[in-house]
């Protein structure tokens, strides 16, 4: 008996995104939309409150060190940044966070992701999720990352790379100034570059295959000579990203 509960528990736990502890209040909540931290999270700031860290309900959107992650992002930021949304929650996250559903001129904010290929339907162990509909037809049409060759679902990238790191401080209300300009350093005085051994030490390989996501020609050529599924040299001369950083 005591075997076939256990069982029930592990198949009764929750997804990443499906909540983890009940609701306090079902009255919906009014705020505007102050920062979008990835595809499936941001922060939504009700009048004379304090902001709330939000985690769309339902919806599985890649990590923002992940390939789409900014892509992503960008979206959730065009439907919502700086709009008023209605929040209704539906309880906590693994990590603490509000989950609940957005609603912003009227749109269901997480099934909008989905529909135009940004995000996936929450995965449980048995149950595709509410919303495989949508990721069925977006899919179909190549929407998104669903027009991308290799799309990793989060799960799987966070099973071999785990979570990407979020700031998890509520945004400023205003920006700090800009601190004081000093004159250059006599070249004498400047610090030399690092040696390539040193520059590749600070890389490491996160599951970012395209040159839109790389910083600096340095980081392209680690990716592209230490990571698996790169697509940085199109004309496979060994040199990536010759139009963004490698020019």
């Not at 990443?16 to 102050?34: M, N």
């Not at 595809?39 to 919806?59: A, F, H, K, M, N």
């Not at 009227?106 to 449980?124: F, L, Q, Y």
Request: a positive charge; hydrophobic letters at 35%.
């Amino acid at each position: 008996m005591g075997a076939v509960l256990g069982l029930a528990s592990l198949w009764l736990a929750p997804a990443w995104g499906q909540p983890t502890s009940p609701a306090r209040t079902a009255v919906p909540v009014q705020g505007i939309v102050t920062q979008v931290t990835d595809g499936d999270s941001l922060w939504i700031t009700p009048p004379g409150q304090p902001g709330i860290e939000v985690r769309l309900r339902d919806i599985d959107a890649p990590e923002i060190c992940q390939a789409w992650g900014e892509e992503a992002r960008r979206a959730l930021e065009a439907l919502v940044l700086g709009k008023t949304v209605v929040l209704r929650i539906a309880g906590r996250d693994t990590y603490g966070r509000t989950l609940g559903q957005v609603q912003a001129d009227g749109v269901d904010v997480a099934r909008r992701m989905v529909e135009e290929g940004h995000a996936w339907s929450i995965r449980t162990r048995w149950d595709r999720g509410p919303l495989v509909k949508d990721e069925r037809m977006a899919t179909a049409l190549r929407r998104g990352l669903h027009g991308q060759p290799g799309a990793v679902m989060p799960r799987d990238f966070r099973q071999g790379h785990g979570p990407c790191v979020h700031p998890s401080a509520e945004p400023a209300a205003a920006s700090a100034p800009p601190p004081p300009t000093r004159p250059p350093l006599p070249v004498s005085e400047r610090p030399r570059a690092a040696s390539p051994a040193t520059a590749a030490s600070a890389f490491r390989c996160d599951g970012r295959t395209h040159c839109s996501q790389m910083r600096s020609c340095e980081e392209a050529r680690f990716f592209l000579e230490n990571c698996p599924g790169v697509q940085m040299d199109g004309n496979r001369d060994g040199v990536p990203c010759e139009k963004q950083w490698c020019r």
